[in-house]
């Protein structure tokens, strides 16, 4: 073929615009999708991101909070943040993406004094897949990440209390509970046995057995276990016994020496411990002294408690009564309930000068849970115990509270 037949040839078909349209988007159209891919995905990214950083901030704010509050301990903050991170993104994580793992979390301490401060960072992050027109253009996954601090924490003031016990040491209160002791949970005893006559076939005798069973803590073992722990928890919170004052009286028909108001909880401690039941039931004498106690007047004239924490502390303290029973008052010499009425009347008394009134009804009959329930400030200060539990539930929640006032915490 001659090129005199081929140059026009080559003329015609490079002057020729036919196509042209057809090849651009052959050429263009892997970009055009990669484009359209990336508009979307930007989107979805900037709404991960932004869901991320909501986590985080929540995620630290939560943490240092709870610090705060004392409702975990730092050696928890890790795991604590990275659950809550996790539960934040539950919604929005694509399947199989682990973030709790991939979750950073930073604990810094701060104390000054009785303040403590919690400064919590929180820096998630995980690998985001993106859509199918980004994968097209070579791009498989995009990694998100995000910080969020937050500081918080609390400062602590000390709350001056005075407390004082009225305990029943009733006959009554050696009766065994239903709960076994678990450091003595058998003991033996005797009963008669194997019946027969005696040599002279005129009567039947018995002989003495021995056997054993469950041995229970009697009610007495039972108050002094509740009130050991009331009066640890009130230790734990004043190890130094500068805020805590305490003191006790026992009663059964009559009341017993008192162990009198003292710093810390020492002298009250032995004073329960060495209770032991026996006698009948009268609470007039032991609540009246639980008040007098608690409001008595000192040499010049002034409240004794209030200066004696003034002294010490610069404070005016929470007076508390705790009064126990197990029984019913017994009827006085004339047969009359008078003794009932003057432990109501001591109660109207306290609580109208601002004591507060806590009482516990220990597996107690209708007549002395009426008289409790009378006493007690409010509903909430009165407590039915039907078993050992309970109690120790009871004095649990009295020392609980009574610990707040002793150490209050101020976010």
């Known amino acids: ?63 240092a909070t709870a610090l705060a509050n004392g409702t975990i301990q730092t050696s928890q903050a890790e795991t604590f943040a990275r659950n809550f991170v996790a539960g934040q993104m539950a919604n929005y994580l694509q399947s199989g993406a682990d973030i709790k793992s991939a979750t ?9 004094g ?12 995980y690998d985001l897949t993106v859509n199918p027109l980004m994968q097209a253009v070579g791009f ?10 937050t500081v918080s924490g609390h400062s602590q003031s000390q709350g001056s209390i005075s407390m004082f016990l009225a305990l029943d040491k009733s006959g009554s209160m050696g009766d065994p509970t239903a709960t076994v002791n678990v450091d003595d949970p058998t003991e033996s005893f005797t009963y008669d046995c194997n019946p027969h006559l005696n040599k002279k076939g005129t009567k039947i005798i018995y002989d003495t057995c021995t056997g054993s069973r ?66 009948g039931t009268n609470s007039s004498g032991a609540v009246n002294t639980a008040y007098t106690s608690l409001t008595a007047k000192n040499a010049a004239g002034n409240d004794a408690e209030d200066a004696a924490h003034k002294l010490k502390t610069g404070q005016v303290p929470k007076k ?38 806590y009482t516990i009804a220990f597996m107690a009959p209708a007549g002395g849970q009426t008289l409790l329930h009378y006493c007690a400030s409010d509903d909430s ?22 610990s707040a006032q002793i150490t209050r915490l101020t976010n």
């Open 114 to 125: 009785k303040s403590t401060s919690y400064q919590v960072t929180v820096s998630p992050g």
């Open 1 to 63: 073929m001659s090129t005199s037949f081929l140059h026009p040839c080559l003329r015609r078909m490079l002057s020729d615009r036919g196509g042209n349209f057809a090849m651009m988007t052959a050429i263009l159209l892997p970009v055009l999708f990669g484009a359209a891919g990336m508009a979307i995905q930007v989107g979805d990214i900037l709404l991960s991101k932004q869901q991320l950083q909501e986590a985080a901030d929540s995620a630290a704010l939560a943490t």
């Open 214 to 279: 469950a041995h229970y803590y009697s009610k007495i073992e039972a108050l002094k276990i509740a009130a050991g722990n009331l009066f640890s928890q009130l230790n734990n919170a004043d190890p130094n016994a500068e805020y805590v004052r305490t003191g006790a009286v026992s009663y059964d028909l009559v009341e017993y020496t008192p162990s009198k108001l003292a710093w810390g909880i020492t002298a009250v401690t032995s004073y329960v411990n060495a209770l032991e039941s026996g006698g």
């Open 320 to 357: 508390y009564i705790v009064f126990m029973t197990d029984g019913d008052n017994n009827d006085d010499s004339r047969g009359g309930r008078s003794y009932d009425t003057l432990t109501k009347a001591t109660c109207d008394t306290a609580k109208s000068k601002g004591i507060e009134i």
């Open 140 to 149: 498989k996954t995009q990694h998100l990440s995000t910080s969020g601090t």
């Open 381 to 402: 200060h009165y407590f039915q115990a039907e078993k050992m539990e309970d109690l120790l539930a009871a004095f649990k929640a009295i020392g609980a509270k009574a």
């Open 104 to 112: 950073g979390v930073d604990i810094k301490t701060t104390t000054s």
